[in-house]
């Protein structure tokens, strides 16, 4: 069964800087999906940025990018210019290709945004 | 349009009662997902359905949860004799069919057992 880690509980950044969030994965699987999705207190889950594992090269959306590191298996988030908006709770999800459409989520990160 | 739409927002339930979820899903979206989310934790998954047909339940604690979609759209999540350790925010999330596409999720319900 596959799994995901997100080994840092909460995070903080101040307004306009940069922050990564941390995301490791495992699986025996070669062909997969990964997506960072964003939880407001307001508790609708959005989607980030998700990541083809065939394809070599990271994804971004716009200040949103990621570090997908296949062979080691990990999957960071870099938010660049961070705004108070993005406080959020993130969670790092997997998903396989093929088969069941679930996803297997991390516990979380806490990102506090600070003015 | 609209998005995936939870009912109710809010459950309070005595132990040992039988409580009903609803979820409406985005319309023309194939595939429904239910998942339980405990405070502090990350959602974790329950069951799905690709149109009426139950694909993966893998995910359900007990036989006390039992999820159906008869029409292929709207689903409902049942919890049956409910106990303290069922308390958590049981989100809805549907997508359309097929690899990689983005789940969208609805508010939750959020399910107090006392």
């Known amino acids: 069964a596959q799994t995901v880690t997100q080994s840092q509980p909460e995070m903080s950044v101040q307004e306009a800087e940069t922050v990564t969030l941390s995301c490791t994965y495992d699986t025996s699987e070669s062909d997969y999906y990964l997506f960072w999705y964003k939880q407001p207190p307001s508790r609708q889950m959005i989607l980030v940025i998700r990541?083809?594992?065939?394809?070599?090269q990271n994804a971004t959306e716009n200040r949103f990018s990621v570090n997908f590191q296949k062979a080691a298996k990990s999957f960071s988030l870099k938010i660049s210019d961070s705004q108070l908006g993005d406080a959020a709770m993130y969670f790092c999800?997997?998903?396989?290709?093929?088969?069941?459409?679930?996803?297997?989520f991390g516990k979380g990160t806490k990102l506090t945004v600070n003015p | 349009g609209a998005g995936v739409s939870q009912s109710p927002r809010y459950k309070v339930a005595k132990r040992g009662q039988d409580v009903a979820l609803r979820c409406d899903p985005i319309?023309?979206?194939?595939?429904l997902f239910w998942y339980q989310q405990a405070l502090g934790q990350g959602p974790e998954f329950l069951t799905y359905f690709q149109n009426e047909a139950q694909l993966d339940k893998s995910g359900l604690p007990s036989d006390r949860f039992f999820a159906e979609r008869p029409e292929g759209s709207v689903s409902t999540l049942k919890i049956q004799r409910t106990q303290q350790e069922d308390s958590a925010v049981y989100l809805c999330?549907?997508?359309?069919?097929?690899?990689?596409?983005?789940?969208?999720f609805g508010p939750g319900t959020r399910l107090t057992v006392t």
């Open positions: 999800a997997y998903r396989s290709q093929g088969g069941s459409e679930k996803l297997v």
């Open positions: 990541q083809e594992a065939y394809k070599q």
């Open positions: 319309s023309g979206h194939v595939s």
């Open positions: 999330a549907s997508s359309l069919a097929g690899d990689g596409y983005e789940q969208y």
